[in-house]
């Protein structure tokens, strides 16, 4: 049930760019992306609500695409505050009641 | 400021021994949760409550106890009965079934 990230992780130098993948078994209604830094809370990325709608926050974007049930988060010259680990997250439906859940992480390092 | 205030930031428990974390938010936000993440793993969800005086268990809710007699607190009790309680517990608040906003966490470990 629960989202599958993939990579599970990542080295990128500062200034290279990233793409983390999200995918769902169970229909995705919307998704949403969060960062969490090492000993740190998850902070909230962005929320993409239809399917096909890109969003874009400084230079990490993110899409979402319905059809194959499964969102992708790029992050373009990669900064060292780029390090952490990256969920999504989704509502999914279960037996007539709904339920939020998490994805299995993403843990990616810049390196100056 | 607005925010969510989880107390304290480190806690030790004895076994056999009940333990409270503290969740307060001033946010007015409806829905509070609780989640566990333990090293290097996501977050799993334990109890979430959508309104005053009511709750309901999440995935991982057995040996833990919530409470939700105000809007602003939540609660969470680690029992005894919760064999291997160490972890990262973080509070969080939101929307529906949905966190938008987390506390800084207590790290609970085992004496």
């Known amino acids: 049930q629960q989202p599958v990230q993939s990579p599970q992780a990542v080295i990128l130098r500062e200034g290279e760019d990233a793409v983390i993948n999200c995918s769902s078994s169970k229909a995705l209604y919307s998704v949403h992306w969060y960062r969490q830094k090492h000993g740190e809370a998850p902070v909230f990325l962005m929320i993409?609500?239809?399917?096909?709608e890109q969003k874009g926050h400084d230079k990490i974007s993110a899409s979402f695409n319905e059809k194959k049930q499964q969102s992708s988060l790029y992050l373009t010259a990669s900064q060292l505050s780029y390090s952490g680990t990256y969920f999504c997250?989704?509502?999914?439906?279960?037996?007539?009641?709904?339920?939020?859940?998490f994805g299995t992480g993403t843990r990616l390092k810049v390196l100056a | 400021d607005g925010g969510i205030t989880q107390s304290p930031k480190y806690l030790f428990r004895k076994e056999g021994q009940n333990v409270t974390l503290s969740c307060e938010q001033n946010?007015?936000?409806?829905?509070m949760y609780w989640y566990r993440q333990d090293p290097g793993q996501g977050l799993r969800l334990i109890y979430y409550?959508?309104?005053?005086?009511?709750?309901q268990k999440g995935d991982i809710a057995e040996g833990y106890s919530v409470s939700r007699e105000k809007k602003e607190s939540f609660p969470l009790t680690v029992t005894s009965a919760q064999k291997n309680p160490t972890a990262f517990y973080l509070c969080a608040t939101g929307t529906g079934t949905r966190p938008q906003h987390f506390g800084d966490g207590t790290r609970l470990s085992i004496l």
């Open positions: 997250g989704t509502e999914i439906s279960t037996s007539g009641t709904y339920k939020y859940i």
């Open positions: 409550s959508q309104i005053v005086n009511d709750f």
């Open positions: 946010l007015n936000h409806d829905a």
């Open positions: 993409l609500l239809k399917g096909g």
